[in-house]
Structure formats: C-alpha cells, structure tokens
C-alpha cells in the first residue's frame, strides 16, 4: 500500500466547486493535487487543472482515479467521487477525512496521512 501525505496546511478543501489541483492563488492543493506531485507530476504541470484526467501526459500511477467507483450510486469515476467530497461544504472535516480515505484506499491501494 502506498502512502499519500496530505498537508493541511496547504490543503484546498470544503470550500465548494472552485477546487484546483494546484490553486493558482493562494499556493493550496485539493487531495487529487497532492496524489498528482507524489505520482511525478510538477507544480507547473497541475497548476490550475481540475482534474487528474486533465493532466498531458496522464500519469500511470492514476489511471485508478478514471475508472468506475462500484459504490456510488451514479457509477462515476473515483476522481469524480474524490473531488466531490473534498469540496463538500456539509459534511466535518472528520467526515471528509474518514471518506477521502476510503475511497484512495478502495480505488487505488493508498493509505491518506494527514499532517498539519
């Protein structure tokens, strides 16, 4: 099982659909940004992307995030799923932590670290 660490203190999340791999901003990260570095992309490559699938080339290691998520109720893929949750404005940062870390661990094999 791979690990991915979340930095909270650059994580982009709950703050509704304007989520970026890599906000151009304000410097911060939705989880899919933090997956995409840690898989070899460069900051300049995920800079204001909004989607793994988006990247040139895709990287191999997130080919997981584009197929179908068997538990959602819409059969999407689970970077759609993924993104959904890290932007949900309704749910606690416990919820959000409990299912971005089943769905990283369902899909593809990860383990989520929060650090702050």
Known sequence: MRKLIIKESKWYRGLGSGSRLLVPLDGRMCCLGFDSLACGATEQQILGVTFPSNLVPTLEKQK?????????RDMGSYQS??????????????ERKNLLSELFREGGNIELVFVP
């Open 81 to 94: 799923r993924i993104a959904e949750v890290n932007d949900d404005r309704n749910i606690t940062e416990s």
């Open 64 to 72: 997981w995030l584009y197929i179908c998520n068997p538990s959602a």
